[in-house]
């Protein structure tokens, strides 16, 4: 059976690719919501109408889809967004924010014009001018310092000879001139780097104070905006009163005391979905929260997210409370009998205040967007080889919310799903081959290759900035700071590793690159590229290593692989198109 009918049949069963889940307050009971396939289609709808309209895209935040049952038994999609749009917290056709907000409009208001003005200042400051004069001249003197230093270790070394000449040739007063001079000598060069250090300090250390200064600054409005989040967030939550499916009305800080509530509970998708359908009489059948414009942290657009640990967890139990079992047999998130109908279509509201629209539910849509998520490149009995998009990690991570991944997909999608296990990993940022193994015996002849350095990786990347040597290999030890992971650093007490590096081409500013990795340290090809001692030019997208330019994502992809089949002895060569 192909790919594309065990697909079709899993996704006609309705697969759970995550629950929201939490327990009943009162009964301790298990409460679950799924986020079906069904639904994840339904909301990579919504993602090409939030696409076509730039208002979505100005600022980036969590947007979410509920799908309910009506009480005639018919479907409807409620959506929602997180926090504030474009300084609006409630808009026509989206779910409104829950209730209290009002009692504390003018208060919000003055403290987010005070935030925003922090945030400017902030921002202002992030680019101080002098941060990147400072690493100019600090680069230069360490330069002039080493080669000082390089030069007079020379000398020192010639004058050692020649010492050991005058004492074997000359005596007396002639041998004490003749050392005097090389003494003299070493006494110019001790004078020469003292000047050269105190050149150094004298650019550098107003720079240095400039930029502490600034720092303490940073750190001053920092701690304003904590504290102002702070206030505004405890008036909300006495305000806020959430209801669940027993009709229970509560207020955040019933919900969570204790006063550890961070910024921001109460204003995501799930909470205002829920609490919407359970004060409309409707049943939730599954539930998708997902990240639209502007990357920030860990959240990339077009990406899927579970409930939030810190904010929607807790709440999650009392949420759910009451909510209607679904009749045996139901299988939620299953494709529906009824007609489908093709795109979004703003629907009249099947009862007063009810806020929705109709979804549609071709079974071609949701296979076309397991197929667009996560393409398979080649696949046999023995191994699995797909495109993984930028922003998917290549395993689970440890905790919910970093659950969705290639391999957790494959095991809900295949039926010997559970048997599929990562040969390697590519970063979260990197996009592009991806190889699994589906049993232990081809994994391991699999990994015996990669260890061996037998297999031939090719990754394209696009440089935000010129690099001036068109091809060389750049061998530097890489060392992850245990105090500041996943960061790593060219160190002494690091691993080897080496990476060959040809320029395909050159954009305007910015230049395309091939990495041929001959070792595989994690961020190794980042680190070459952003190192002063690598390349000295980093990935264009790498926020991690400094760069700021402007991008939708980490301009990195593991463009090709080959290597030999375990079982036809074959050499296999496969190829994924770079999407940059």
Same mark, same amino acid.
């Given at each position: 059976?192909?790919?594309?009918?065990?697909l079709?049949?899993k996704v006609?069963?309705?697969?759970?690719?995550?629950?929201y889940?939490?327990?009943?307050?009162?009964?301790?009971?298990?409460?679950?919501?799924?986020?079906?396939?069904?639904?994840e289609?339904?909301?990579?709808?919504?993602?090409?109408?939030?696409?076509n309209?730039?208002?979505?895209?100005?600022?980036g935040?969590?947007?979410?889809?509920?799908?309910?049952?009506?009480?005639?038994?018919?479907?409807?999609v409620?959506k929602?967004?997180?926090?504030?749009?474009?300084g609006?917290?409630?808009?026509?056709?989206?779910?409104p924010?829950?209730?209290?907000?009002?009692?504390?409009?003018?208060?919000e208001?003055?403290t987010?014009?005070?935030?925003?003005?922090?945030?400017?200042?902030?921002?202002t400051?992030?680019?101080?001018?002098?941060?990147?004069q400072?690493?100019t001249?600090?680069?230069?003197?360490?330069?002039?310092?080493?080669?000082m230093?390089d030069?007079?270790?020379?000398?020192?070394?010639?004058r050692?000879?020649?010492?050991?000449?005058?004492?074997?040739?000359l005596?007396?007063?002639?041998?004490?001139?003749?050392?005097e001079e090389?003494?003299?000598?070493s006494?110019?060069?001790?004078?020469?780097?003292?000047?050269?250090?105190?050149?150094?300090?004298?650019?550098?250390?107003?720079?240095?104070?400039?930029?502490?200064?600034?720092?303490?600054r940073?750190?001053e409005?920092?701690?304003?905006?904590?504290?102002?989040?702070?206030q505004?967030?405890t008036?909300?939550?006495a +305000?806020?009163?959430?209801?669940?499916?027993? %009709?229970?009305? &509560? =207020?955040?800080?019933?919900? #969570? *005391?204790? $006063?550890?509530? @961070?910024?921001?509970t109460?204003?995501?998708?799930?909470?205002?979905?829920?609490?919407y359908?359970?004060?409309?009489?409707?049943?939730?059948?599954?539930?998708?929260?997902?990240?639209?414009?502007?990357?920030?942290?860990?959240?990339?657009?077009?990406?899927?997210?579970?409930?939030? +640990?810190?904010?929607?967890?807790?709440?999650? %139990?009392f949420? &759910? =409370?009451?909510?209607?079992? #679904? *009749?045996? $047999?139901?299988? @939620?998130?299953?494709?529906?009998?009824?007609?489908?109908c093709?795109?979004?279509?703003?629907s009249?509201?099947?009862?007063?205040?009810?806020v929705?629209?109709?979804?549609p539910?071709?079974?071609?849509?949701?296979y076309?967007?397991?197929?667009r998520?996560?393409?398979?490149?080649?696949?046999?009995?023995?191994?699995?080889?797909v495109?993984?998009?930028a922003?998917?990690?290549s395993?689970?991570g440890?905790?919910?919310d970093?659950?969705?991944?290639?391999?957790?997909?494959?095991?809900?999608?295949?039926?010997?799903g559970?048997?599929i296990?990562?040969?390697?990993?590519?970063?979260?940022?990197?996009?592009?081959?991806l190889?699994?193994?589906?049993?232990r015996?081809?994994?391991?002849?699999?990994?015996?290759?990669?260890?061996?350095?037998?297999?031939?990786?090719?990754?394209?990347?696009?440089?935000?900035?010129?690099?001036?040597?068109?091809?060389?290999?750049?061998?530097?030890?890489?060392w992850?700071?245990?105090?500041?992971?996943p960061?790593?650093?060219?160190?002494?007490?690091?691993?080897?590793?080496?990476?060959?590096?040809?320029?395909?081409?050159r954009?305007?500013?910015?230049?395309?690159?091939?990495?041929?990795?001959?070792?595989?340290?994690?961020?190794q090809?980042?680190?070459?590229?952003?190192?002063?001692?690598?390349?000295?030019?980093?990935?264009?997208?790498?926020?991690?290593?400094?760069?700021r330019a402007?991008?939708?994502?980490?301009h990195?992809?593991?463009?090709?692989?080959?290597?030999?089949?375990?079982q036809?002895?074959e050499?296999?060569?496969?190829?994924?198109?770079?999407?940059?």
């Amino acid at each position: 059976m192909d790919t594309r009918k065990r697909l079709s049949i899993k996704v006609a069963k309705g697969i759970q690719n995550y629950y929201y889940e939490g327990r009943c307050p009162q009964s301790g009971e298990l409460l679950r919501l799924p986020r079906t396939q069904q639904a994840e289609a339904i909301a990579y709808d919504l993602m090409q109408h939030l696409a076509n309209n730039h208002r979505y895209s100005d600022e980036g935040k969590m947007y979410g889809i509920l799908l309910v049952e009506l009480p005639n038994g018919e479907q409807r999609v409620l959506k929602a967004f997180s926090g504030l749009l474009n300084g609006n917290s409630a808009i026509a056709l989206w779910v409104p924010p829950i209730p209290g907000r009002d009692e504390v409009a003018l208060e919000e208001a003055r403290t987010l014009a005070k935030l925003e003005a922090i945030k400017q200042e902030l921002i202002t400051l992030k680019q101080l001018k002098e941060r990147q004069q400072y690493e100019t001249h600090s680069r230069k003197f360490e330069q002039q310092l080493q080669e000082m230093s390089d030069r007079h270790r020379d000398c020192k070394q010639q004058r050692h000879r020649k010492r050991q000449i005058l004492c074997e040739t000359l005596t007396g007063e002639a041998l004490t001139i003749a050392l005097e001079e090389l003494d003299e000598e070493s006494r110019r060069h001790g004078i020469e780097r003292r000047i050269l250090k105190r050149q150094q300090n004298e650019v550098l250390q107003p720079i240095k104070q400039l930029i502490e200064a600034t720092q303490s600054r940073i750190w001053e409005l920092k701690q304003q905006r904590k504290e102002l989040s702070r206030q505004l967030q405890t008036q909300m939550h006495a +305000a806020y009163s959430l209801t669940n499916f027993f %009709g229970q009305s &509560l =207020s955040l800080q019933q919900l #969570m *005391p204790g $006063g550890s509530m @961070p910024t921001g509970t109460g204003d995501c998708c799930a909470p205002k979905l829920l609490h919407y359908a359970a004060t409309h009489g409707l049943k939730p059948l599954a539930m998708a929260e997902f990240w639209w414009g502007s990357s920030s942290g860990d959240k990339i657009q077009g990406e899927f997210y579970g409930a939030c +640990a810190e904010r929607c967890q807790p709440l999650m %139990g009392f949420l &759910l =409370s009451g909510l209607p079992q #679904m *009749p045996t $047999g139901y299988k @939620p998130g299953a494709i529906q009998t009824k007609p489908a109908c093709v795109g979004w279509q703003i629907s009249q509201p099947a009862e007063a205040g009810l806020v929705c629209i109709a979804a549609p539910f071709r079974m071609s849509a949701i296979y076309a967007t397991l197929t667009r998520s996560l393409p398979i490149l080649y696949e046999d009995e023995w191994l699995i080889a797909v495109n993984k998009p930028a922003g998917l990690l290549s395993v689970p991570g440890r905790y919910r919310d970093s659950f969705d991944s290639v391999l957790s997909r494959l095991r809900h999608l295949l039926p010997d799903g559970m048997a599929i296990a990562s040969v390697h990993r590519l970063d979260r940022e990197t996009s592009g081959i991806l190889l699994l193994a589906r049993d232990r015996q081809t994994h391991r002849q699999l990994s015996q290759q990669f260890q061996q350095r037998q297999v031939h990786k090719v990754y394209e990347a696009l440089l935000s900035g010129s690099v001036t040597i068109e091809q060389g290999a750049i061998a530097l030890p890489l060392w992850g700071d245990p105090e500041n992971r996943p960061y790593q650093k060219v160190d002494e007490r690091g691993k080897a590793s080496l990476t060959r590096f040809q320029v395909i081409a050159r954009e305007g500013d910015w230049t395309r690159i091939e990495f041929i990795p001959l070792t595989g340290r994690t961020h190794q090809l980042r680190v070459h590229a952003a190192s002063p001692r690598g390349l000295g030019v980093i990935i264009l997208g790498d926020r991690l290593y400094g760069c700021r330019a402007t991008a939708s994502r980490l301009h990195l992809h593991a463009r090709e692989l080959r290597f030999v089949h375990p079982q036809s002895g074959e050499t296999l060569h496969l190829q994924a198109k770079t999407p940059f």
